[in-house]
């Protein structure tokens, strides 16, 4: 699949020329036209549906269509599409017939990275989080960086900024291997799971495109990885025995960057982190789970190797809000507390899920969970039932696959019976209706619900508190603690979290449509 990729090379973002982006509503493809946008480079993007976030794009001066024609293209130089984007678009096939340079939104950053120092964050769980703290930190310590935040699976908060400073943090996708486009001088490896099987067939094959993307890192700069991480570890062994500059952090005793004492409440994380033996200091971040601290200690690594104040480093993780779709707390109605999660990997759902147990405290803690695609719910159905276990009742949809055909037994109805809970404590919905009618008819006050899974599943958080609200004479009210970033506005200690917050790009409207964005 590499093949229909082309590697970075010398092209810069102002030698697109006029761009038009297909599907720019997607959270992937926005952040991209928002960075052409502010680098002053003409944008067009055409989409199916006036999702809130193109509105800034108009502020910006990009022109934006909500429709998909050939006309789209009259006066553009560079068309770029996404791996949502089937190659019989109309656009698409436009765009080649009339000669047009055609890149994939990987190539299309590539170039805007061009003569900057990139810092790549890959990795199969904590990607968008991870590149978002990277940023902070970066924007606290003064250095002004450029920036692209989210992916073309993801619905979490994007963000993009043109920054002044030779730093450009992205998050580098490994679901189509366009992360291999890359040339990054710091590559930072979250963890190495069994995920995108889909394009790669086999986790041996994914794990070496994880080396490869690795090997691509620039001499001179250097590659993280997480010690406590299996995937992470064998990779940092392997890229060691061919004399690359690799460091690691976890709590493992060997790790470069040790964290000891993680503590995790309701209230957030702490730990101490020291390196080669000497202390750096404490680590607060606002936002709770064990699994943010090792996320962190990764930017704070990046800042130490990068030798920028780790002074700033703590700042910014004091006050990082966590991002949108992580974690994401929705509000609060007749005493029910409603959370938005994007986790639909079984290892990020137990994370996730251990997590929200610390917050429900005494209540209970029930899920509402659309599985993402028919192969990783199969493959993995035993795992995403012991995951879905943790809560206390389940309410399942339907598995989101657009373009997938279900084949007899596969699916949210053989997911459910799998799962180890009593009969009357988990249900599947066979409607997105019933699902706000079912978590009214369970849910207590002190109880903690979360949304959780697929893109759509998002955006049922607001029904949700409309139907737990409406059961008292009260109506549900939006607590804005732990809304998503703003990237871009003002944050204690004099830093930025650059670009536009969130978008709901990509994502299908209830229902079940098939995502039309990037």
Same mark, same amino acid.
């Given at each position: ?7 970075? #090379?010398? $092209? &810069? ?9 297909? %599907? ?24 199916l549906r006036e999702w ?42 436009? !765009? ?12 299309? $950053? ?16 904590? *990607? &968008?989080? &991870? ?7 970066l924007q606290q310590a003064? @250095? ?20 002044? %400073? ?6 580098? +996708?490994?679901? +189509? ?17 069994? +995920?995108?099987?889909?394009?790669? %067939? ?49 709590? !493992? ?28 200091? /404490? ?17 704070? $690594? ?8 780790? /002074? ?18 929705k509000g609060v109605a007749? %005493? ?16 996730? $899920? ?5 917050? !429900?405290?005494? #209540?209970?803690?029930?899920? @509402? ?28 949809? /339907?598995?989101?696959?657009?373009? /997938? ?20 404590? *988990? ?19 002190? +109880? ?59 994502? !299908? ?10």
């Amino acid at each position: 699949m590499t093949a229909q990729f082309t590697p970075a #090379g010398t $092209l &810069t973002a102002e030698d697109l020329g006029t761009v038009h982006l297909i %599907g720019v509503g997607g959270v992937g493809m926005l952040g991209v036209a928002r960075l052409l946008l502010t680098r002053g480079i003409r944008v067009s993007g055409s989409d199916l549906r006036e999702w809130p976030s193109l509105a800034g794009l108009r502020a910006l001066g990009g022109t934006i269509y909500l429709s998909h024609e050939a006309t789209n293209l009259d006066g553009v130089d560079t068309v770029v599409y996404s791996s949502a984007i089937p190659q019989d678009h109309l656009e698409l096939v436009e !765009a080649r017939r009339r000669g047009l340079r055609v890149l994939h939104r990987s190539e299309a $950053l590539a170039a805007a990275m061009t003569g900057r120092r990139a810092i790549a964050v890959a990795g199969t769980h904590g *990607k &968008t989080t &991870t590149t978002s703290m990277v940023t902070m930190v970066l924007q606290q310590a003064g @250095v002004d960086p450029s920036f692209v935040i989210g992916g073309e699976i993801s619905e979490v908060g994007s963000g993009a900024h043109h920054g002044t %400073g030779e730093h450009f943090v992205v998050e580098a +996708d490994e679901s +189509d291997r366009s992360f291999l486009i890359y040339r990054p001088y710091v590559s930072i490896i979250t963890n190495v799971e069994a +995920d995108h099987l889909n394009t790669y %067939g086999d986790y041996a094959t994914l794990e070496a495109a994880f080396v490869e993307f690795a090997r691509l890192t620039d001499p001179d700069g250097f590659i993280i990885t997480c010690a406590d991480d299996a995937g992470g570890r064998r990779l940092a062994e392997s890229l060691r025995g061919e004399g690359r500059r690799v460091f690691t952090y976890g709590e !493992a005793a060997d790790a470069d960057l040790r964290l000891t004492e993680i503590s995790s409440s309701a209230r957030g994380v702490r730990y101490l982190a020291a390196i080669d033996g000497r202390s750096l200091g /404490e680590f607060r971040l606002p936002v709770p789970g064990r699994h943010m601290g090792l996320n962190s200690a990764s930017a704070v $690594l990046a800042a130490y190797l990068l030798e920028l104040p780790l /002074e700033a480093a703590e700042a910014a993780l004091a006050v990082f809000p966590g991002v949108r779709r992580r974690f994401e707390r929705k509000g609060v109605a007749d %005493g029910v507390l409603v959370y938005d999660e994007y986790a639909y990997h079984p290892t990020s759902m137990t994370l996730a $899920l251990q997590t929200l147990r610390e917050v !429900a405290g005494d #209540g209970r803690l029930i899920v @509402v969970f659309q599985p993402y695609r028919l192969y990783r719910t199969r493959d993995n159905q035993a795992e995403i039932a012991e995951a879905l276990a943790i809560a206390d009742e389940v309410v399942l949809l /339907e598995v989101f696959g657009p373009g /997938e055909l279900r084949q007899p037994g596969e699916g949210s109805a053989a997911l459910i019976a799998a799962v180890d809970l009593p009969a009357e404590r *988990k249900v599947f919905v066979d409607s997105w209706e019933a699902a706000p009618v079912e978590v009214a008819r369970r849910a207590r006050p002190g +109880d903690v619900v979360v949304t959780m899974g697929a893109p759509p599943i998002s955006l049922m958080g607001d029904e949700l508190l409309a139907a737990l609200g409406e059961r008292t004479a009260g109506s549900a009210t939006v607590d804005p603690v732990g809304a998503a970033p703003v990237l871009g506005d003002p944050v204690p200690g004099g830093a930025t979290a650059g670009g536009d917050g969130a978008a709901l790009g990509g994502t !299908a409207a209830p229902g079940g449509t098939a995502p039309t964005a990037g």
